[in-house]
């Protein structure tokens, strides 16, 4: 029998983990208790509430029930590694306390992870609880990411998805500190599969993720997914340095002959010779970003393939 570790990582969310866990409870023993074993691993972010008092009750109810309490709030996307670094199971299910990441999905993971797939990824059709500044920023946001990023990125994706054994082993190799959990599981590759779901609205308590948090997530992904933002300024050097070239020439065909009879001024000569040193000095920059980005590779520590399997 294969054992399947849930994931959930805890912030203040004492009003709904009674609820994911009875959800769970009830779905394991209705319908996976005879075909798949269960690991509930609750990791507390620094919650200032109840909720790791609830954890605790619940797990000397239910031994298939840990719980990891950190010192203090370290970001979700810590609390989601130190629960993949936690589990022993066969696959792990990752997965957010607040119930949008509905339970009764959790099937079609299983069925498409026994099918083949080593990583199955759930992908939002809609949320009951976006508005529409929030729905539009998500659009913008994956449109830009997948013209910058390095590794593939599927619309819409969420940190709901399963990762098989050989996935998770080879996710607690990263050594990255600030990370970005589903852009790293991107990055490993393997096989992968997709379940469509529609998140319903958060039950209890407020989201933890303000705009602002939002955007820094944006703004991380960016950067750890891509080295692009680095290479802009090279590239906008480029542009302003062709640009300027044959304005410059064009002047001083102008000036010192008279096939034209434009008479640009010297402010405007001394401008175009100023936009052709700030084009310069831009490419400039872009080399140091080229050199700046493989200091960044290699800083990142990542191992320089993933091997599926070793025979």
């Known amino acids: 029998m294969y054992c399947v570790s849930v994931i959930i990582p805890v912030c203040n969310e004492e009003k709904n ?56 709030n370290f970001g979700k996307e810590i609390a989601t590694t130190a629960g993949i670094h936690a589990c022993t199971g066969d696959a792990c299910i990752m997965m957010d306390a607040d119930m949008q990441h509905p339970v009764d999905v959790i099937p079609a993971f299983l069925l498409k992870w026994r099918e083949g797939d080593e990583v199955v990824i759930g992908v939002r059709e809609r949320s009951e609880s976006d508005g529409i500044l929030k729905r539009w920023g998500s659009w913008f946001f994956y449109k830009i990411m997948r013209m910058i990023s390095d590794v593939p990125i599927i619309s819409h994706a969420t940190d709901f998805r399963l990762l098989d054994r050989v996935v998770i082993d080879a996710f607690n190799e990263l050594p990255e500190r600030n990370r970005i959990t589903r852009g790293l599981i991107d990055w490993l590759g393997f ?14 308590g407020e989201p933890s993720y303000s705009t602002l948090k939002l955007v820094q997530l944006a703004v991380t992904s960016m950067i750890s997914l891509s080295l692009l933002p680095l290479r802009i300024a090279g590239y906008l050097g480029i542009f302003i340095v062709f640009f300027s070239v044959p304005m410059g020439l064009f002047m001083l065909v102008d000036r010192y002959t008279s096939y ?15 936009m052709f040193l700030i084009g310069i000095v831009l490419i400039c920059l872009g080399l140091l970003a080229f050199y700046i980005g493989h200091i960044y590779h290699e800083s990142q520590g990542r191992p320089m393939y993933i091997a599926r399997n070793r025979k």
């Open 17 to 72: 983990i009674p609820l994911i866990y009875e959800a769970l409870y009830t779905l394991w023993e209705e319908k996976l208790k005879d075909f798949f074993a269960l690991e509930i691993i609750f990791v507390d972010d620094g919650s200032v509430d109840h909720s790791m008092m609830l954890i605790a009750e619940i797990a000397r109810i239910d031994p298939r029930v840990r719980s990891i309490e950190f010192s203090r």
């Open 191 to 204: 096989r992968r599969g997709i379940v469509q779901f529609a998140a319903g609205k958060r039950l209890q």
């Open 260 to 274: 034209t009879s434009l008479q640009f001024t010297g402010s405007a000569i001394l401008a175009v010779i100023l």
